[in-house]
C-alpha cells in the first residue's frame, strides 16, 4: 500500500509565502515523477509544478518565478514553495507522485488527499 501524505496549506495575504510538503510511505521500490496540481470548485485540476528523479523541473507559465519545487530522495518527499502569493492562487493543492510498489514491481500513480491554500487580497 502506498500513500500520500501532504502538509503545509493555510490561510496567508497577499504578498505572503507558503511551503507545502508530501511525503510518500508505504511499499515504494523506486518513485519517478513528483508533482503538485491544484483544483478550484467547478474547475479541472491543473497542473502546477512537476520534477522527475533526474533533470528538469517544469511550471504552469502562472507559477514561473513565484514558485519552485523540489524534491528530497532520501525522504520520498516533494516540496512546493510557493511565493508572491495572489488570491487566484487559492485552490485545493494536491501531489502527485509516479511510483513502482517494492512487492510486485507495478507501476502506478498515486494522489495525496489534497491540502487547502487560501489567499485573502
Known amino acids: 500500500q502506498v500513500q500520500l501524505v501532504e502538509s503545509g496549506g493555510g490561510l496567508v495575504q497577499t504578498g505572503e509565502s507558503l511551503t507545502l510538503s508530501c511525503a510518500a510511505s508505504?511499499?515504494?521500490?523506486?518513485?519517478?515523477?513528483m508533482g503538485w496540481y491544484r483544483q478550484v470548485p467547478g474547475k479541472q485540476r491543473e497542473l502546477v509544478a512537476t520534477?522527475?528523479?533526474?533533470?528538469?523541473?517544469n511550471y504552469a507559465d502562472s507559477v514561473k518565478g513565484r514558485f519552485t519545487i523540489s524534491r528530497d530522495n532520501a525522504k520520498n518527499t516533494v516540496y512546493l514553495q510557493m511565493s508572491s502569493l495572489k488570491p487566484e492562487d487559492t485552490a485545493v493543492y494536491y501531489c502527485?507522485?509516479?511510483?513502482?510498489?517494492?512487492?510486485?514491481?507495478?507501476?502506478?500513480?498515486?494522489w495525496g488527499q489534497g491540502t487547502q491554500v487560501t489567499v485573502s487580497s
Open positions: 508505504g511499499s515504494i521500490f523506486s518513485i519517478n515523477a
Open positions: 502527485n507522485a509516479a511510483i513502482k510498489t517494492a512487492i510486485w514491481r507495478q507501476a502506478g500513480t498515486y
Open positions: 520534477v522527475p528523479s533526474t533533470g528538469v523541473t
